[in-house]
Structures are given as C-alpha cells and as structure tokens.
C-alpha cells in the first residue's frame, strides 16, 4: 500500500542558533574488543601477561612451538621496569630441536610488518627466527633472523616481509632446530621473552588505516573517552614508554585493560582526525587532585609538574583539551562509585573546583539521567558549577514491555519510534534546567546512544543493532536531535569500532556478545573492515553543509506501536515521516533530511517555490529489501548510501520514498530567494 504526504519547508525563518558540529560526535571505550578491533596490533599478550591456558607454563594466547621432548617452559618477572611477564624457554641439547612460542594470527599482505621483540638468552643462544607460517598448509609467507647480542635484555625492532593475506597465520618466534648447540646432555641455554608485537607498516599510530580512513569520513566533532570502564581508571597508568606502563584488570568489563592506547594515543588519534577531543575523569575510584593532575598533563606548560612529565613523553606543547566530563552513568549499579545523585552532585563541585584551577577555560559536563528526579538534585546542588548534563539514551525493546518473541514488525515499530522518547527525555530536562536562574546555561549533552533491541544481558546470535531497521532508527533520533539543537550541543554515537551494542565500524565477525557461540575468525575473514547501516548514515548527515534548522510542516499518515505495557508518551499516531530541515551559513543550500519510518512506500510532494523552476536535487538514500537487512564481512556494501540527481519537477510531482529508509535531499537556492520552499 502507498501513501501520500506533503513537505513544506519555510526558508525565510531560520533558526537563531547554530547547529554544533560536536552533535555529530563519537565514543571510545576500552570494552571487550573495542581496543583489539580498532588497534593495528594483530597479537594478543604481547608482555605475556595472561595465565598459562595448557598444561605448559605458556601465557595466554601463545603455544608452545617445538619437537623437543623436554623442553621447559616457565613464566618469571619482566624485564627491569616492564610490566607482564617474561616468557623462559629452556632448550636441552639433546633433543636437537627447535624450540619456541607460537600465536595464531590474522596478518594482512603483501606487506611488511615491524617487529618489537624484547629478549635475553644464554651465550650459547646466537639468534632466532620469527616466521610468518599459514598454519593450514606451513607455507612460509615471511621470516626475518634476529640475533641476540646479549645475556641482558635488549629490545630488537627488525621488519618482517609477509607476502600475502592469511587469516589462518601463525607467527612463530623460536631457536630453530639447525641452531648450534653443546655435544652434551645438558642446557644448550635459555631463551626469555619480554615483549613480542608486530605492527603493519601502514597503521597510522598504533590504529589501523582501515579505522582511521573510515572514521575520517564519518566527519566527526568530536571523539569521547569514557565509559564504564573509566570509573576505576588511573590516567597515570597510560602514560609514559608503553613497556614500562603497568599491566592493569578491566575491572568494569573484564580481561585487561589496553596500556597501548592511553592519553598521548587518544590525542593523536583525535588530532590524525582534526576532532575535539572530550575526556571523562575517573570519578569512581578517583579524586579531583587526580582529575586535576590529568588535566595539567594535557594542558598545563612545561613548567607544571605534569605539563614537565608531558614533555618528558614527547609532547612539549599542551593539548589543550576543552571538554571534560564528571561521571559515566554514576546511578547504575554496575558502576564504580555509583551514589545516589545528592552523593554525586556534591562531590562533583570539588572536582571542578580542582579541575578549574588548573585550568579555568575547561568546559565540564557532569553525569545526568533520563531519570528527571536524578537530573533535579544534580542541578539544585551542582547546576551553577557545570556546562553540559548529560544523557545516555539507549532504545530498546524494554520500553514496550517486548522480547524477542514479538512479532518482528512491532519491533521494528517500537525501535523507531526513537524519536518520540528522546523528545520527551530533552523537554523534561530542559524544564528543570530552565526553572531556575543559577542553572539555565547548562546545556545537553547527549554521551551515548543507540538502539538497543535487545537487553544486553539476553541478546543472542546476530545484534540487530547493525540492520537496516536499526540505521533508520538512528536517522529519526538524529533528526529529533538537530531539532533540539538550541538545546543539545554534544552527541556521541555508541560505539566507534565493535564494542558492546555494536559499534558503526565493525572489524571482522565477531560481534562482541559473549552469547554468541562463535570465537572471532569463524567465517575465515577476520581482515574484513565495514560500515553497518548506521554507519552510512552517521557519515551522510555529519557530511552535509548544515548550520541552521529551518520549518516544516508535514501532512503524511501515521503508524501506532502495540506496547504490552503503559508508556509515557502516546504511540498511536506517529508520522511515518520525520522530516528535518537545514540551511548553510548564506541560506544558500537547504537539506531536507527524510526518514520513512513506515512500512510503505510513500509518495512525498516537496514544495520548491523558493528555488526556480528548472534543475535538479542531489538525493542521497540509504534503502534496503527488508528492515532486517544487514553488512556483513561476507556482504560488507549491501546498505550502502548511493547519490543520484533528481530534477525538481519530480518532487512537485511527488517522489516515491522507499519503506523503512532514509534520505537526504540537497537543494540550491536562486540568489535572492527565500520564502517558503
């Protein structure tokens, strides 16, 4: 069935303010394999800091490589100021074997790799191999010889040529077999192993290209450091020569939190991408003398104590890092240092207190709830102390009183109605920011969102977070947010690369839901790198020249979601159409953002009366066959945004829309036209 709707776009009222390009910004966090997905290095336990898995004392992830019967492995302290372990491999001359470590890996090619190894061995031990191996066929696809000069620790960089693409690769560092060795029944020596990485030689820091290119694209604002991990994170920890920085728990997420992306990486990263950074402080094992320390080691001179020990890193100029936060999600019982807000609210003033005076230019935001009563205490106490509050809105299918059992278009329904809660989220917010004097300058800050279709804790199989259905929801919460952008200046999409709900840039085909069933590498194509849905749309609307929000008035049907339980807000007649408009700094370029939330086709009449009777619109569109449809590695470009033209004569006509997509159109002005559109 189709529908008919009708567009009119008012372009001689444009918003008095200006949309902020932070809207459009996006989140990291150290959480299950966010950092392994996004970081270049394709090892695990690199300082061998995991407990041996077998019945040899090797860490972690690594094997034992060898055909001597009695060779001895152990697990001792690293290297002087190291952190993990050393690996000691003891090789007996009368097994006249090889003898060493091995690790599964996925490895890119034709390409070179840079190989860190930090090692000591025995005089007698002269040199290693490590080999690059297809671990199905032990075709060799690189080796380089290492030789060891001495019974000290020593760091080794060498180059390793890998001459072609293997996800079934295994990289081999071990004394071969041909080795000189005593005539003898004793020791031929020892080998230990502090260190082992292996960085492709195009990663931009320690990032993959794939991940930096792609997220350059996305024209993001601004890029935030947080999380639930944060809570009981010592900035301290991630600073300094990467070997020498301790080997600390994940004490929110689990497994070991990443000391190779730490503040001077983070930086770097923000600054390769030419986006504001923000950071959230640690305000749950935490204290404000520790949060005032990390910011003068951003932004402090050199003659600060911590700006001194930035130099002493490598960075002599500040970083000057504007945004700050105070809490992540500190009313969830999952959090370290979780209160209640009247305990959050007051501790939070000495904070900023610290803070500022290091820094008095510091913009902070401080952790708010969609739960207004929160939002009430924190203003009341804190208000008149901070910028920004902030909010994590997740849309789910809890809302509804669903599961997964409900019928798939009910919940593709309930999912976009996103919108509608995010509306009624902001307007409670913004009457309790409004309803006092002290604390009518804060603004919102929205620090994380997504759909999230199924709660985390029962969410089995594929995430529908990454579908088609999921992108339009995005694009409807998107619109809503631009609409309130008087309001809202900050927005952080969850996550960036893999993560928990699925982050807009996915790595390979592990989907980061420990209720999978499947270990990464199950459909033979770990290397892929791809945008879901949502990610084409994130890049389509942050890459529009966009400043200001113009009217619209729209006459379109409606669709109702059949909730199980009482809601909030009325859900029996939403548009199917959620439309926002947007004019360039001159008024010269409007951009009608459309998202056909419903399930048909409807046939939109766009008034054009502002801009001539001739020409064409630029349209961009993201569409699929169904609402489910997904990317995938095997199908990594099936939603994708195309581009075409379409003359104006068109849309007077009325131009079909295709069910559950979205759109943007792209309209030029004649010089000295305005009026309605």
Request: with cysteine; charged share 20%.
């Amino acid at each position: 069935m189709k529908t008919n709707a009708t567009i009119t776009i008012d372009c001689s009222r444009t918003s008095g303010h200006a949309i902020n390009p932070y809207l459009f910004g996006h989140f990291v966090e150290d959480i299950r394999d966010h950092m392994e997905a996004m970081l270049a290095y394709p090892l695990k336990d690199m300082d061998f800091e995991s407990e041996a898995e077998a019945k040899r004392a090797v860490s972690g992830s690594w094997a034992a490589y060898t055909n001597g019967r009695n060779t001895q492995y152990a697990l001792e302290a690293p290297a002087p100021k190291h952190s993990g372990r050393a690996q000691r491999i003891r090789v007996l001359s009368d097994d006249e074997a090889y003898a060493g470590i091995a690790q599964k890996a996925a490895l890119k090619g034709p390409t070179d790799y840079t190989v860190k190894l930090v090692a000591r061995a025995s005089i007698e031990l002269r040199y290693v191999f490590i080999d690059a191996v297809d671990r199905r066929t032990e075709e060799l696809l690189g080796r380089v010889r290492v030789d060891l000069e001495s019974h000290n620790w020593q760091t080794y960089d060498v180059q390793l040529p890998v001459s072609r693409a293997c996800s079934e690769a295994e990289i081999r560092i071990y004394v071969p077999a041909g080795h000189p060795r005593w005539v003898d029944h004793v020791s031929t020596g020892m080998l230990w192993l502090d260190h082992v990485s292996l960085l492709p030689v195009d990663s931009i820091g320690m990032v993959k290209r794939e991940i930096v290119e792609m997220t350059r694209d996305l024209n993001a604002g601004m890029m935030r450091l947080a999380g639930n991990y944060i809570s009981a994170y010592h900035w301290e920890h991630g600073v300094g020569p990467v070997l020498e920085r301790p080997v600390m728990f994940n004490e929110a997420w689990g497994g070991w939190t990443s000391k190779y992306f730490g503040t001077d990486e983070f930086i770097q990263f923000c600054r390769e991408l030419q986006v504001e950074p923000l950071i959230c402080v640690n305000d749950g094992s935490g204290t404000p003398e520790e949060a005032a320390q990390w910011v003068e080691y951003c932004n402090g001179g050199i003659d600060t104590p911590m700006g001194a020990r930035r130099a002493a890193n490598g960075h002599l100029e500040p970083y000057h890092v504007r945004y700050w936060e105070i809490g992540n999600e500190v009313w969830g019982q999952w959090q370290v240092g979780t209160c209640s807000a009247n305990e959050f609210a007051e501790r939070t003033i000495p904070f900023v207190q610290a803070m500022k005076a290091v820094d008095p230019s510091i913009v902070i935001l401080a952790c708010g709830h969609f739960d207004q009563e929160w939002n009430k205490s924190v203003l009341e106490i804190a208000g008149e102390h901070i910028d920004y509050l902030t909010m994590h809105i997740y849309h789910g299918y809890g809302l509804f009183g669903m599961n997964p059992n409900s019928p798939a278009e009910e919940r593709y329904k309930a999912i976009a109605s996103y919108p509608e809660w995010t509306r009624y989220h902001v307007r409670q917010a913004e009457e309790h920011i409004r309803s006092n004097a002290k604390h009518s300058h804060v603004k919102l800050a929205i620090t994380e969102y997504n759909t999230m279709y199924y709660p985390n804790t029962i969410r089995k199989g594929l995430p529908n977070e990454h579908t088609l259905g999921a992108a339009v929801a995005n694009a409807a919460n998107l619109n809503e947010m631009l609409r309130c952008s008087d309001m809202i200046h900050i927005g952080s999409f969850s996550d960036l690369v893999n993560g928990w709900l699925g982050g807009c840039i996915r790595v390979g085909d592990y989907y980061a839901d420990q209720y999978c069933g499947k270990e990464s590498g199950w459909s033979g194509r770990p290397l892929t790198v791809y945008g879901t849905p949502t990610y084409e749309v994130l890049k389509l609307y942050a890459g529009r020249d966009i400043r200001h929000m113009l009217p619209v008035e729209t006459v379109c049907g409606t669709f109702s979601v059949q909730a199980l339980k009482t809601t909030p807000i009325g859900l029996d007649a939403l548009p199917d159409l959620d439309i926002a408009a947007c004019a360039n700094e001159d008024r010269s370029l409007v951009t009608v953002f459309i998202v056909n939330r419903s399930l048909q086709e409807v046939k939109a009449e766009l008034s054009l009366d502002a801009f001539g009777a001739d020409g064409d619109t630029i349209l961009h569109e993201i569409t699929g066959e169904s609402f489910d449809d997904i990317n995938s590695v095997f199908e990594p470009e099936r939603i994708v945004c195309t581009g075409s033209k379409v003359p104006i004569a068109a849309w007077r006509e009325g131009y079909p829309l295709r069910p559950f997509s979205v759109y943007a159109i792209e309209i030029k002005a004649q010089q000295g036209t305005g009026g309605r559109a």
